[in-house]
C-alpha cells in the first residue's frame, strides 16, 4: 500500500475506535461504522495533515480506505 493509505490509517485510527483487523484496503468507511461527524474530522485531519482538502462531497461512506488514499494521492499529483 501507498504511504498515502499508511497516513489515512493512522488518521482512522486517532479519529475512530476501529478494531485493527477491520482496517483494511478494501473495507469502506461505512464497514467500519463511521459516523457522519467522524467522517467530517477525518476530512479535516486530511486537509491539516496532507495538505489536502477533499469536499464534503467526495469522502462518502461507500468509499474504500483504497479508493480514499487514490482520491488524495490525485488531489497531491495536482
Not at 464497514?31 to 467522517?39: A, F
Not at 486537509?47 to 461507500?62: A, C
Amino acid at each position: 500500500m501507498s504511504t498515502t493509505y499508511d497516513q489515512l490509517v493512522a488518521i482512522l485510527a486517532k479519529l475512530h475506535d476501529a478494531p485493527a483487523g477491520r482496517i483494511r484496503p478494501d473495507v469502506t468507511f461505512a464497514g467500519l461504522d463511521v459516523d457522519s461527524l467522524t467522517m467530517v474530522e477525518i476530512s479535516m485531519r486530511i486537509e491539516r495533515d496532507l495538505g489536502v482538502t477533499v469536499e464534503d462531497n467526495e469522502l462518502q461512506e461507500d468509499l474504500t480506505l483504497d479508493a480514499t488514499a487514490k482520491l488524495i494521492d490525485s488531489k497531491l499529483a495536482r
